[in-house]
């Protein structure tokens, strides 16, 4: 019983993880094409396409953040696991789909989002604060998402 | 597959996120009309240069040109050229973009037959996808060089009509005809469906402009035929009737058929070539129209194959003032004949 608790509260986490680092990896994919194909042409503009590229990274760490918490909650870094029931391991498991599927979900959205204003940027430079507005909205999703699962996370009791 | 298309486009949007990045930045150097109006108002062949030198490749392209219009043609032939190449580096875009490659090739060919023909020395060598010495010397005989099985048909269709007919109008007719089975296989096995309408309108437009040439030069029913094949789009019957009916029921013809929007506002039709080029000019720009609203899109072929066809009637555009300061053609005749730009 102890062990099957844990190991939903572990693929809680590992989805986590998982999900939210694909949905970043292929969103900063997305995003790093379109800038390479601008670098191509004009490399003066690498600072501004770092910034767009790098915001879908952030659903990768707020997975990861996430994932750590649930790992903290089991007290496993501290070498002292907690018992942890079957129900309340689905919960954990639960309350880390949030962040899981919404961060796979806009990381590709917000990958897209900032392909196309790194385009944006390509033809009209001085409007680098409005291209990096547009992503930043995807980015909100994420941010709730991740209160989701943080709150979900501590109203469960161990 | 037969033809040259050797794979479809993908169908996955992002496949061309990195080509939409690099022409992102490459749109900035398109001509729009202030530009375009500026350089209509040049005095001269030189300052018209100087106020097209705004963009970025004027300069490198024209500096080292010849001042004449062989010159110049040639210049800016290569500069698109050499663009085309670049994205067609890209292996997503290389289905689509071969379009533009076609046209080059088969208009190559054409001149080569004709050299071939008249036995005139090949003193220049313009862009194409083959090697010009190989193509000159399979159309002299030698069947083992390497040529694309689609240019070798096409030259052996060429040459046999002409063995039969003895006229050069015959070998334009048959390389035109190559070119557009190449053109429909192209709409066929094309995933986008604004890609697709457009070459199918090109097709199309390709055919009335045809036989709206074949009206002016008189050119013989039996001879206009060759460039024609069965085809889903346009009926052989339908372009007959523009080739040998009464001058009077061109126009009506052509509103029937559904052409309407190509007919000149403010010329009479008369069988004379002021008609035919504009509306040759109402077609290019017709297909501008066609892809003006994709440019803005920020994933798929479309704003790509845009870029393609913006950049081909920028040279054209480029071609027609540089050429109209090089005669001291008035300004408002150099701009009939202008095309519209992608970017206004």
């Known amino acids: ?158 | 597959m037969t033809t040259l298309q050797k794979k479809n486009c993908p169908v996955n949007a992002t496949a061309y996120t990195y080509i939409i990045g690099r022409i992102r930045a490459m749109e900035r150097g398109l001509l729009n009309n202030r530009l375009l109006e500026n350089a209509l108002k040049a005095e001269d062949l030189e300052q018209a240069i100087r106020v097209l030198s705004e963009l970025p490749y004027i300069n490198e392209v024209i500096q080292n040109a010849a001042k004449n219009p062989s010159g110049l043609d040639q210049a800016l032939t290569e500069h698109f050229w050499d663009t085309l190449k670049e994205i067609l580096k890209d292996q997503a875009v290389a289905p689509i973009g071969i379009f533009f490659q076609m046209i080059y090739d088969f208009n190559d060919l054409k001149l080569i037959i004709k050299r071939h023909l008249t036995k005139s020395p090949n003193d220049t060598e313009y862009p194409a996808s083959f090697d010009w010495k190989r193509a000159l010397r399979f159309v002299s005989g030698e069947k083992n060089e390497y040529l694309d099985d689609v240019y070798r048909k096409a030259i052996d269709a060429a040459l046999a009509g002409y063995e039969n007919v003895h006229n050069a109008q015959v070998i334009e007719n048959l390389m035109d005809r190559a070119f557009l089975m190449e053109v429909k296989a192209l709409a066929d096995n094309c995933e986008s469906r604004v890609i697709k309408n457009w070459l199918i309108a090109y097709f199309m437009f390709a055919y009335l402009r045809s036989a709206l040439r074949a009206k002016f030069q008189q050119t013989k029913i039996d001879l206009f035929r060759s460039i024609y094949w069965e085809n889903p789009y346009i009926r052989f019957e339908d372009l007959a009737e523009i080739v040998t009916g009464a001058d009077e029921k061109v126009i009506e013809t052509i509103i029937h058929h559904g052409f309407r929007e190509l007919l000149p506002h403010d010329v009479e039709y008369k069988n004379d070539p002021r008609f035919l080029s504009e509306m040759e000019k109402n077609m290019d720009n017709y297909l501008m129209k066609f892809l003006r609203p994709y440019r803005i899109q920020a994933f798929g072929p479309e704003p790509v194959f845009g870029f393609l066809f913006a950049k081909f009637t920028d040279v054209r555009n480029l071609r027609i003032i540089l050429h109209g300061k090089y005669f001291q053609i008035s300004e408002n005749e150099i701009k009939s004949k202008l095309r519209e730009c992608y970017y206004e």
């Not at chain 1, 909650?73 to 919404?102: D, E, M, N, R, Y």
């Open chain 1, 1 to 158: 019983m102890f062990i099957d608790g844990v190991a939903f509260a572990l693929l809680g986490s590992a989805l986590a993880i998982g999900l939210a680092g694909i949905g970043s990896a292929k969103g900063v994919g997305i995003a790093g094409e379109a800038g390479a194909g601008i670098m191509t042409e004009d490399p003066s503009k690498f600072g501004q396409v770092l910034l767009l590229q790098a915001l879908p990274g952030t659903q990768g760490i707020y997975g990861l953040l996430s994932g750590f918490w649930v790992l903290l909650k089991l007290g496993l870094f501290g070498g002292t696991p907690v018992a942890v029931t079957s129900a309340q391991g689905l919960q954990i498991l639960f309350a880390c789909l949030p962040i899981a599927i919404v961060g796979l979900i806009s990381g590709i959205s917000q990958g897209k989002t900032s392909a196309a204003c790194i385009g944006l940027i390509a033809k009209r430079p001085e409007e680098t604060g409005k291209a990096i507005i547009l992503p930043a909205m995807v980015e909100t999703y994420a941010v709730l998402s991740l209160l989701a699962t943080i709150l979900l996370l501590n109203s469960i009791q161990l």
